[in-house]
């Protein structure tokens, strides 16, 4: 697919501070990416300056192959930023504010009206349509930046920690919302401290650090540091110990037993994996499940020597 999000070399000084140092990555169209590091990696930076709401010190950011700052009239359209830290016209009804947001996009008509009511409904508000945002809670304020952020409909969506105040529903519902804008081909990328949200619905991790990127990888390789083997989990219906006729098969390693279930590392692979779980059949073990295994991001994040999540 064709390159919608390229940061060539993003640098961004404070002074003497360097807040993100020479990034660089692409993303196509329906790639999710999930950016996590500590307090002050530079995360927030890089999406302010990717958006072009951010000076460069040096690089470049283009969006559908727009530079954001030499070409800023086109990308400004394609592109949707939602801040931690949500600004928002207080005394306006949370419907008032999302039809200031269409008719700034040219939105208007039943079109407007239409994506309005569509995103109300999304962002679970529909009852709160009326509501002043001064009156409304952390979480709900929230919910109405993700809604003006997505009602244009762009095609490069950068949310920053948007589970931030929701509840463990809203979490479910905002999952799904985001998932959904990968299906449409959209590029996102997702800034959360919450890493099994993020490796739900991920295609691909970043990793950083004093602005450094320390890991750029998608899901599928996370933890792959020996691409040719990996972990397993079986699962036996049997009280005896099986670890012998395991560890008796040639390339076994590692071996784990917790009761009745057996962790170990084997070659990766299809046919591999098929042909253990064959071996293992014709060896007497009583197998109960069976699946291969790879590292979370939990564990791929603290290999890197990152001692902090947000």
């Not at 419907?95 to 569509?118: K, P, V, Y």
Request: aromatic share 6%; glycine share 8%; with cysteine.
């Amino acid at each position: 697919m064709s390159v919608v999000l390229k940061a060539d070399r993003v640098r961004v000084e404070f002074g003497a501070l360097v807040a993100v140092r020479d990034v660089s990555f692409e993303m196509a169209g329906g790639d999710l990416l999930g950016l996590i590091g500590p307090n002050g990696a530079g995360k927030t930076t890089l999406l302010r300056a990717l958006v072009g709401l951010q000076e460069m010190t040096s690089g470049s950011a283009e969006i559908l192959g727009h530079d954001v700052f030499q070409d800023s009239d086109p990308v400004r359209g394609q592109v949707g930023f939602a801040p931690d830290a949500p600004p928002a016209y207080e005394e306006l009804t949370v419907e008032e504010f999302l039809r200031f947001i269409a008719d700034t996009h040219n939105i208007d008509g039943s079109e407007a009206d239409e994506r309005i009511d569509f995103w109300l409904e999304q962002v679970w508000l529909v009852e709160k349509r009326g509501e002043r945002i001064k009156n409304l809670s952390r979480g709900m304020r929230q919910r109405i930046t993700i809604a003006q952020t997505l009602l244009p409909s762009p095609a490069v969506v950068l949310l920053d920690e948007p589970s931030a105040g929701l509840d463990p529903a809203g979490r479910i519902q905002l999952r799904q919302v985001i998932a959904s804008l990968r299906d449409q081909g959209k590029a996102v990328i997702v800034s959360s401290h919450i890493l099994a949200d993020l490796e739900e619905y991920c295609t691909h991790i970043a990793i950083i650090e004093q602005g450094h990127l320390l890991r750029y990888a998608h899901v599928g390789d996370l933890g792959d540091e020996d691409a040719s083997r990996c972990g397993y989990r079986l699962t036996v219906a049997a009280d005896n110990d099986v670890s012998e006729a395991i560890m008796a098969l040639e390339g076994v390693a590692h071996l784990v037993r917790e009761n009745h279930t057996y962790v170990f590392e084997y070659a990766k692979g299809e046919r591999e994996s098929a042909g253990l779980l064959r071996m293992l059949v014709e060896r007497g073990v009583p197998v109960s499940s069976f699946a291969s295994t790879r590292d979370s991001l939990e564990d791929v994040y603290l290999k890197t020597g990152v001692r902090q999540v947000d």
